[in-house]
Nanobody, 122 residues
């Protein structure tokens, strides 16, 4: 059983930066895809970024100039570096994982963290 715990959210002004972390424990995540999703207030959850077990990354086109996904295998931790934040980035950010190839569909993931809130003010 893989356990995921996010941290690093908070309130920032537009133009600021945040680094989200997702610590994995309880089972090896070798061979796992790890992803970030976000759910803005009143909207559907959307895929943000993913990283394959081999390190290949994929990021939502509309944010790829500002966000970076990475992971530290030694620390079993997934990161999302968010720069030049905008009010539209306000959302609950959640990490998820599952064995195999990454997908942008939320229902493909068995393991989820509890989420961390990001609020960007103008």
């Amino acid at each position: 059983q893989l356990r995921l715990v996010e941290s690093g959210g908070g309130s920032v002004q537009a133009g600021g930066s945040l680094r989200l972390s997702c610590a994995a424990s309880g089972a090896t995540h070798v061979g796992y895809c790890m992803v970030w999703f976000r759910q803005p207030p009143g909207k559907e959850r959307e895929w943000v970024a993913s990283i394959e077990s081999d390190g290949t990354t994929n990021i939502l086109n509309s944010i790829k100039s500002r966000f970076t996904i990475s992971k530290d295998n030694a620390k079993n931790t997934l990161f999302l570096q968010m720069n030049s934040l905008k009010p539209d980035d306000t959302a609950m950010y959640s990490c998820a994982a599952d064995y195999g190839i990454c997908s942008t569909g939320q229902y493909e993931y068995k393991y989820w963290g509890q989420g961390t809130q990001v609020t960007v003010s103008s």
